[in-house]
């Protein structure tokens, strides 16, 4: 009998290229935003980092981040939190800003750096997780095919330009971490169905990664579903297994549901009848009113179209699509008709495919179930469109043309994939560099959401902080006067945006324009009565008024009228005020008022030179030179310099 030769296996076909790539994608996603370490704080950071009362506290304020609204923190009152239908329950985020607080102190470069860390890890689950799938859905056979997707795919997701906003913004490391947290608990659940050796830890890995992720936006939810779909696709899992297998997500999913209700209670609230947080109303005569359930549903159709747009052609980008730049839009405007033709087509492929396990078919679930929660179709989310909100969505995109891409031969594939790769590390590194700080920000994409009510208020409100700092009379109110512009455009598009009229106010103050200014202060009271920034800067814009009537004008009458009216509004009152009232009685010869007014200005700050030595100089006129002289020299030992060139 003859004997057999042994079997020499056959050699890899597995590209050299492939044994190199997780750390490809992890360098690359990580270089990509490399230059944003050297930006500012933008955008909403202020409300999760630099102005949130939890986090500036660092380590100390972890509990009270884990126990409230994520948004508390920025409004420090109760209810306020809650503006957006639902309120936000994201702590996880919050935790790791308090933490680099600690450590690095309020310093935006390490926010930056663990912002593209985490983004590459990301970045480099999606290449692991679908290396895993990949392989058990080739089964094996096709060479270095599903490597390549693997790669193609986690590269395009990591060069996408529309994920600019998540990373160079750091408050969008929460979605960063809730689809880490997602990828982590698939890749973990894979494992465990394909190596069941491994016992009973990656389940339990599966269900806290799960539950970190929701920690950090509940935008992680629809993955109890996604994951277990990607199993039956991929590893041919039956139904049934597939579903046992994500019970850990559930059970993780139920712990954070469990505890953002204790924290926020049940329910979605009623939704806000603010423009700003809720996009789906309409101004009849003086009252706003819900957008009616067609008008509503057409514009979401609208909104769900520009998603679509955004992934295939990003272009312009913008962070602010909020009202108007989207506006009501009817079901007979062709980008509407054109959307739900397109998502009934997605959809209706996606169902139709899912008995083949069909790769296209999960990529169109992914798409939609990750987008869904965002989509306004369930309850509002306070804006029209964020391209924040594709993040996770982008992922079904890349795979669907990594995998389209993989149809071509080898150099076509490669150059067409070189080709988005270049096109698209353009756009982002173009991009990223308008968030280097608010006023870039501002004022670059205002030229694209011209119509946002939004991102006009901010323009202005930018412009106004920077005329404040402005030394130079001229640039200072030509910057005033730019701001004034931008601030009216948002009126005109909101005409009950009460930030904007105190904006207004702030800006006619740097003109000089005092009674347009205290017009603009009481029309944001006449909005909401207890707005508490626009009644003490009405207070600051009458003692100005009162300053300007008296020195530029010198008519004392109009300068007292104006200062009365300053104290009114002002709790505390303001030492300056007080000063002010008291030099102008003593301007008319009424020295018992003077003495009266700078005592106050006295009692409330001791150690204000000027108030004391202008107090000695009102005892001097009303014919006390001992106690005057007693006051000058109370003034003097604070300021050796007050009252010099200056009579008594």
């Not at 983004?119 to 060479?143: D, E, R, S």
């Not at 969008?172 to 971490?177: A, T």
Request: net charge positive; charged share 15%.
């Amino acid at each position: 009998m003859a004997t057999r030769k042994p079997q020499t296996p056959p050699p890899s076909t597995v590209h050299p290229l492939f044994r190199w790539a997780p750390y490809l994608v992890l360098l690359i996603s990580a270089g990509l935003y490399l230059p944003t370490i050297g930006f500012d704080y933008t955008q909403d950071d202020a409300i999760v980092i630099t102005d949130n009362m939890y986090t500036t506290e660092g380590i100390k304020g972890i509990p009270g981040s884990l126990g409230k609204d994520t948004f508390y923190g920025f409004f420090k009152q109760e209810g306020k939190a809650n503006l957006v239908a639902g309120g936000r329950y994201r702590p996880l985020s919050l935790v790791l800003f308090a933490v680099e607080r600690s450590i690095f102190g309020p310093k935006p470069w390490a926010g930056h750096l663990f912002n593209g860390l985490w983004y590459a890890l990301a970045c480099l689950m999606v290449y692991l997780l679908l290396q895993n799938w990949l392989k058990a859905f080739f089964c094996k056979n096709t060479g270095d095919k599903a490597q390549w997707i693997a790669l193609a795919a986690a590269l395009l997701f990591a060069f996408h330009p529309v994920h600019t906003e998540v990373v160079a913004n750091i408050k969008g490391r929460d979605e960063i971490l809730s689809l880490l947290g997602g990828l982590t608990a698939a890749w973990c659940l894979s494992k465990a169905v394909q190596q069941e050796k491994l016992g009973i830890l990656p389940y339990v890995l599966a269900g806290a990664a799960l539950f970190l992720g929701l920690m950090s936006k509940e935008t992680a939810l629809p993955m109890v579903v996604l994951i277990p779909l990607g199993l039956y696709t991929f590893l041919r899992v039956s139904p049934g297994k597939a579903a046992a297998a994500s019970i850990p997500l559930w059970i993780g999913a139920t712990a954070f549901l469990a505890i953002r209700f204790s924290v926020l209670g049940f329910g979605l609230g009623e939704p806000s009848l603010e423009l700003m947080n809720n996009p789906f109303l309409k101004l009849q005569g003086n009252t706003w009113v819900a957008f009616t359930t067609g008008e509503k549903w057409s514009t979401i159709f609208y909104s769900l179209g520009k998603y679509l747009q955004l992934l295939v052609w990003p272009h312009p980008l913008t962070h602010d699509y909020y009202p108007r730049q989207i506006d009501l839009t009817p079901w007979s405007h062709p980008q509407v008709l054109l959307s739900l033709l397109a998502h009934v087509g997605l959809l209706g492929y996606a169902i139709w495919s899912l008995p083949k396990r069909s790769l296209l078919g999960f990529c169109i679930w992914w798409y939609l179930g990750t987008l869904f929660l965002v989509s306004n179709l369930l309850f509002p989310v306070g804006v029209h469109v964020a391209e924040r909100f594709l993040f996770a969505p982008s992922l079904g995109f890349a795979l669907a043309l990594g995998y389209g891409l993989s149809k071509l031969n080898r150099n076509a594939g490669w150059g067409l994939l070189l080709l988005f790769l270049l096109g698209y590390a353009g756009k982002t590194l173009s991009r990223s560099q308008v968030w280097k700080d608010n006023y870039t920000l501002f004022t670059t994409d205002i030229k694209t959401s011209p119509n946002s009510a939004k991102l006009r208020n901010a323009v202005g409100g930018e412009l106004t902080t920077q005329a404040g700092k402005m030394e130079d009379i001229n640039r200072r109110q030509a910057l005033a006067k730019e701001a004034i512009g931008h601030l009216e455009e948002a009126v005109r598009l909101h005409p009950t945006y009460k930030n904007a009229y105190l904006l207004l106010g702030n800006a006619y103050i740097y003109l000089d324009q005092y009674d347009k200014s205290i017009e603009y202060y009481q029309r944001a009271l006449q909005l909401d009565p207890e707005f508490a920034d626009a009644r003490n800067n009405l207070g600051i814009a009458y003692r100005e008024a009162g300053r300007f009537a008296g020195e530029k004008q010198g008519n004392l009458a109009l300068a007292l009228d104006y200062l009365q009216k300053a104290v009114q509004y002002q709790q505390p009152a303001d030492v300056e005020t007080l000063r002010l009232l008291g030099v102008a009685y003593g301007m008319q010869g009424n020295a018992a008022q003077a003495i009266e007014w700078f005592t106050k200005a006295v009692q409330t700050a001791p150690q204000n030179a000027a108030a004391l030595f202008d107090l000695g100089t009102a005892y001097y006129n009303a014919g006390d030179p001992a106690t005057g002289a007693r006051y000058h020299e109370e003034a003097r030992k604070i300021d050796p310099n007050v009252g010099s060139g200056s009579g008594r």
